[in-house]
């Protein structure tokens, strides 16, 4: 497995300290990011998931803790929208260049807007898809939202 991805790349370009951690990835897994919690030892709330949607029919990128469920209503206000729905899988898959199971939010070919789970910003560091599967990054929730020009806002359900 390679550790050096379009996210790594861009968080190196960004000047962001991070770190890479890499796991066993299970393709079988009901909840990929529930699996990648497992699998590095962490708890979920420090494990975020990359979701793909779409609010009022334009791509949006939303990170949220792996045990947590997005709220369609609070991710489509959190971008000032009326609608949200989640992002069918190809269409994730063609937009960010990632395959699905490995989206990072990083270095995706066209950046979307992103949104943060508000809780996340608690923590000193989280874990965020590397840009592959079975690959993380770890670092600072502050630092991901900056370099992401992130809104953070309550997402979850």
Known sequence: MSKSTRATKALEQAGIA???VAYDY???AEKVGMQAA???GESPARVLKTLMALVDGKPVCAIVPSDQEVSMKKLAAAFGGKAAQMMKPN???RITGYKVGGISPF???KPPRAAIEAAAMQHD????NGGQRGLQVRLSPKDAATV???VTAPLVA
């Open 18 to 20: 991070f770190s890479v």
């Open 26 to 28: 299970d393709p079988d």
């Open 38 to 40: 497992e699998a590095i």
């Open 91 to 93: 269409d994730a898959e």
């Open 107 to 109: 270095g995706q070919m």
């Open 125 to 128: 560091l989280v874990y965020i």
């Open 148 to 150: 992401l020009k992130a």
